[in-house]
């Protein structure tokens, strides 16, 4: 190894012990399944636990009146001293949690909570209101829960299009993801919105087209009363089905999953991620020299397991994929490009076929405009749309996977992504907050296709160079403090580039000095639940991010 000196110590003499310190803390995690879990608790939002409440409030008041008044005391007991309320308790009041926590609070106990609704419109108000709210889905959600809660009249609500679903290729590109909560929430406007003449001739026709929709997603997951796994879906869906007085099935099985979930502190969760906590881990466990750790057979098994034989029918997509969570969860671009990465690079040929047919999905999902999207195809939906930074892991992984980088797919995602870059050079992430992960992992595919020297490349490496902070670390890039997540991405993503490994000293002494006595680093909320309004941390990512950039930087300077 170079000598290297810098800050407190000489770097490569530190570079063993705080990789296998950073390696170790995260196996810990890891369970017998292959799952790399860190638990519940941070998946407890204050999202699900307001849809919860309010579907129960819908589907079965009285039934349900002791989960309504623990949740209920779940969202006054973790109200935010200024009045607002936060996605994960205990980070910074948002938008979006906020809104909807007051107005279930008005729903369903005006009473006994009007202190709390009322610091939580004030909140709202001295942001500017319902308006203020950065990302138009987001306003669409809370408008609804404001309808809820009285405070909007249902002739201002705006409505949801009932009439595409009989066109079900439209339907998916308007709605994307939110394919069953508009479905659902639509059809309840059906009995509570006034309509035309006309919209209600076409809303009846298009009734059992949107009742399929829930249904196939519905069933894909088991029946079992959920969908996705995420009581903040699961609350929308029930909530507009109880509603609407339609497929009571389905709520039935609502509200006993709802019940089964709800944790003794009255809480629920969103969506388990263990397919997303794991792909990061083992990602970064590879590149930190653990590719032939027995203990990783085991995460390479689940992946193999855990991809999807069956179409998923609501949004039109294929078999071959993964979700964020296990066998039965919803398609996304993001997990199986990280999963098909991972596989190729692990030891084995069993994981062969997964691979194969990962790569025929993904291709299968490019845009026509040579992007990558969360699952439906050419849609431009915010939070799920054509997305920089997913569209460059989609490539990383056909590169994985051994497509040459002048594969037509390849070609046609860079032209894009040219296209896609920003006035300042930086890339867009849709989930990741703001540019510096994402600038970073674009920059690393241009790298990884041999145009490190192409303009959008050079561009790239001049933001991030430019969105560094003093000490040397990287935030979001326009000034937020160092997190281990972007600052081990954007090193990774320089080293890729060619970037000599003196110049990213600094960001490597930072992330150094940020390991926890426990050997690990603490995690961030850098990930986008909803862009710019509700973020989370997810443990797996942090600590593979450090295990990456350690890696390939004391590959570097060997």
Known sequence: MRSVRTGTGRIPDELPTAIAGGAEALLRAQRPDGVFDFGADGLRSTLATAGAVTALHFADPGGAADLIAAGAERLRRTQDDDGGWAMVPGLASEQGPTAVSAATLHLVDPVGSAEQVAAGRRWMDDRGGLEAIPHPEVLLWCRQFYGFAG?????????????????PALYRRVFDLRLPM???????????????????????RAEPHALRVIRQAYEHEGAVGSWSEDAWVTGLVCTGLARAGLGQDMVDAAVGWLRRGMHPDGSWATTPLDSAWTMYAVRGLIEAGYRDDPRLAASRELFVRNQQHEPFLAFGCPPGFWGWTGSRGWPAVLETGEIVSALSRLPGTGQADAVRRGVEWLSD????????????????????????????????????????????????????????????GAFESVWYREHAMGTAAVLETFARCGQAGAAPAVRAREWLTRARNADGSWGDGHGAPGTVEETGWVVSSLLAAGADPASVETAIRWLLDARLPGGGWRPEPVHEYVRRVSRYANPGFTHGMALRALGRYREAIR
Request: charge should be positive; glycine fraction near 8%.
């Open 365 to 424: 999902r490019q845009d026509d405009r040579g992007s990558w999207g969360l699952c439906v195809r050419n849609t431009r939906v915010a939070n799920s749309g054509p997305c920089p930074m997913t569209t460059a892991q989609a490539v990383d992984a056909l590169l994985d996977a051994g497509v040459a980088a002048g594969d037509r797919r390849i070609r046609r995602a860079l032209r894009w992504l040219g296209r896609a870059q920003l006035r300042d």
């Open 151 to 167: 405070w909007l009249a249902a002739q201002d609500m705006r409505r949801f299009p009932l009439e595409l679903a009989m066109l």
């Open 182 to 204: 508009a479905s659902a929430l639509g059809l309840a406007q059906t009995r509570h919105r006034p309509l035309t003449r006309v919209q209600r001739l076409l809303a009846r």
